[in-house]
């Protein structure tokens, strides 16, 4: 195991000396490439996503090199898009649906849950649905309310759909091919403040499994659960946690659903203490349900209740002065942590 | 009796032999339906079923001219696309009874029947849910390069759905081979659309550019005639239509709905005089096609396949436990 310079632990697999490093954002732009390039059944459907190379620039110079045929500039429906996604997937393609905000996703909910979700189950396993929703969450970007949420709590929740939330350009890369080819309606969601982040990315193909989480850092005092760009504000509190002599294990999920239950349970375990932090709202959200699993399989190993950091349950403020209050701080979770093992 | 009309009207370069297929087939819809109504009645189906009963010109007119591989989505209203694209009565029964042996292993149920194989690609119990999987079965088939065509049914119900609009604007602009077929039976649920739909049904269409009519949904000549037209013009690279197919739900909104408050009896009596398969026997006979012993005999044919499929659906097994958990994910 080698320690990159954010403080992510990989295998030696992932960071082999003299490796590349690229952003976030060309990881997905490479994943969605590579997939295009090796299975003519894949498409890109959204709003600005050819000329413009998506509204965050991720897809650029994809439309040159897979023509207008396959990278599909929409007109603003998402209900529509998601829906000519469900078809088409059903019909023997594998489209990748752009939904620019996750705010926006609201609108292709029907589409997702009630017919991509449901469609094979409804049909006794005969159709399926291989599509792939990517779309955005995270907030601080001064954004406000309707374009800063972190709804993927909402995907989570519906037996049918699979839902991935990388942190590292190498997760978000390996994670992506896999939903790109994965049966099952996938829906990726991407932290904004993430694209530019940078991190070692093998030149070769390589995917990961949906459902496998992952130690970003080992440790012995308790377990933080964090997900997306939570991974670095609880990396950024293991630190501080360190400075203070107690010694903690970070896991990042990486998928939602299917959830990892086995590697948050034994870590919690093995610590005896365990904190999940995300960047939805905390009521009803992720971290309700990664906090319960951890007490249900963990409970007679645990020395303390287990915790979570969600957002503040408000509309994200547009203010700098309020938004940044909205969510988790790397110091709240450095102080929860502390107590908890006090 | 196969005496063929000379004449050129709707439908009349077609035989004997066709139309009497035709009737056929609306007479298996029709026998599916009193059949279904008789199992609810008799307490011996779960859930509700939603009767086609007076609509089945537009379903068996429409997919006479499809292919096998063509694409069909359905309503919760489904059963005659159903039967009409292809579905066996015994699977379509079973399915209605939760059995293992239905089309959907008993997990979809009457608002749910799908069946790839017959190009069904599901109905649907979201009104107006299907526009958007049409029209992605009508992307798909233009990415392959295929000469497939995706035929959207749904009812006037479906035209306070907004999906529908993104929908059809999208085929439009990408010229998908795609039919929207709106089946007017003058009420979603128990209102009447002059309650629901302003200004112009076919306007709708016409605004985006696409190629819009409104026929009569009763007579399957002209419903097959369009649907002849339309689709060989969207299997054609011509791109989406829209067709307003005006029609009436000769049952309740759903087979608990007997007493129909809502309407009045005289508006269902001045409709049953156009009770689809009663044109198509009007003119058959007229033009001494056929007769009504034709129309006996099919009808007995029919039934005793209904029959049949009806006992093999009531004997057939539930499905087991484990089968819960299973399809959830491919």
Redo the contacts between chains.
């Keep these: 195991m080698s320690t990159l310079k954010n403080g992510i632990v990989c295998s030696p697999a992932i960071h082999a000396p003299g490796e590349r490093e690229i952003t976030f954002s060309q990881a997905i732009r490479e994943a969605v490439a590579e997939e295009m390039a090796r299975d003519e059944r894949v ?1 890109v ?1 959204g709003e600005d996503v050819a000329e413009a190379g998506s509204v965050f620039k991720v897809l650029v110079g994809l439309l040159d090199e897979f023509g207008a ?2 990278v599909i500039d ?2 603003i ?1 998402e ?15 594998r ?1 990748i649906v752009d939904i620019m905000f996750g705010d926006f996703t609201t609108l292709v909910m ?2 997702m849950i ?2 991509a979700a449901k ?12 599509m792939v929703l990517r779309t955005t969450l995270g907030a601080s970007r001064r954004s406000a309310a309707q374009h800063s949420q972190s709804l993927h709590a909402l995907f989570s929740h519906i ?2 759909l ?1 839902v991935a939330v990388p942190a590292t350009p190498y997760d978000a890369k390996g994670l992506m091919k896999s939903a790109i080819r994965d ?2 309606p996938v829906v990726i969601f991407e932290d904004k403040m993430l694209y530019q982040q940078k991190g070692p990315v093998p030149e070769g193909e390589y995917v990961l499994p949906l459902g496998q989480a992952d130690v970003k850092r080992a440790g012995e005092d308790i377990t933080i659960v964090a997900t997306s760009s939570m991974v670095y504000t609880a990396l950024e509190a293991v630190d501080k946690l360190a400075e203070a002599g107690i010694s903690a294990e970070l896991v990042d999920p990486r998928t939602t659903t299917p959830l990892d239950t086995e590697t948050l349970i034994e870590s919690a375990r093995k610590t005896s203490r365990a904190l999940v932090v995300d960047e939805g709202y905390q009521q009803y959200g992720v971290t309700g349900e990664l906090a319960a699993v951890i007490a249900d399989g963990a409970f007679y190993y645990l020395d303390a209740p287990v915790k979570r950091i969600g957002a503040m349950n408000v509309p994200v403020p547009f203010s700098p002065a309020m938004e940044d209050l909205t969510i988790p701080s790397a110091d709240y979770v450095f102080e929860t942590a502390k107590a908890m093992c006090g | 009796m196969t005496e063929t009309n000379g004449t050129k009207q709707n439908g009349a370069e077609l035989d004997a032999e066709h139309w009497l297929q035709a009737y056929e087939q609306m007479v298996r819809i029709r026998s599916f339906e009193e059949a279904a109504n008789e199992l609810y009645t008799s307490a011996r189906m779960p859930g509700i079923a939603h009767l086609y009963i007076g609509e089945e010109a537009i379903a068996v007119g429409m997919c006479e001219v499809l292919r096998q591989d063509d ?1 069909i ?1 359905s309503t919760h209203r489904g059963h005659g696309h159903c039967l009409a694209k292809g579905a066996a009565l015994d699977r379509m029964f079973a399915e209605l009874l939760g059995k293992e042996a ?7 149920g009457s608002m ?1 029947i ?3 194989e017959t190009g069904n ?2 109905a ?3 009104v107006g ?13 233009k ?2 390069g295929t000469d497939q065509v ?1 035929v959207c049914f749904f009812g006037d119900g479906a035209l306070g759905q ?2 529908l609009y ?2 059809m ?2 085929a439009q ?1 990408w010229k998908l081979p795609v039919i929207y077929v709106c089946e007017n039976n003058q009420y979603g649920e128990y209102t009447h659309n002059s309650k629901t739909a302003a200004g112009s049904m076919i306007g709708r269409a016409t605004g985006f550019g696409v190629h819009a009519q409104g026929i009569d949904g009763q007579d399957i000549r002209t419903v097959y005639s369009t649907a002849r037209l339309v689709v060989d013009r969207a299997r054609n690279g011509g791109g989406p239509a829209f067709l307003v197919c005006n029609t009436y739900r000769f049952r309740g909104h759903h087979v608990g709905d007997i007493d129909r408050p809502y309407r009045t009896r005289e508006e269902e009596e001045e409709w049953a005089k156009r009770d689809p398969l009663k044109l198509l026997e009007d003119w058959l006979t007229k033009t001494r096609q056929a007769d009504a012993s034709v129309f006996e005999r099919i009808q007995q044919d029919v039934q005793t396949a209904v029959d049949e499929a009806v006992n093999f659906a009531l004997e057939a097994p539930f499905p087991e436990e484990s089968e819960v958990e ?5």
């Excluded at chain 1, 898009?81 to 023997?92: R, S, W």
């Excluded at chain 2, 849910?129 to 088939?141: C, V």
């Design positions: 498409f459907i045929d396959r929409s007109p429906s209900a529509g898009i998601a829906g000519i996604g469900v078809g088409a997937a059903i019909t023997g393609m489209p029907d589409q009630n017919q469609t094979h189950y409804m049909s006794g396993g005969k159709l399926t649905v291989p037996p049918g699979k049966d099952n | 694409y989505t239905g089309y959907c292993r008993g997990k979809g749910h799908a069946d790839q690609l599901g649907n119990g979201i849910g299907s526009a958007g999987i049409a029209t992605g079965a009508g992307m798909s088939i990415l392959r995706a907004g999906l993104e929908s604007n999208m602009l299973r399809h959830v994910y491919a």
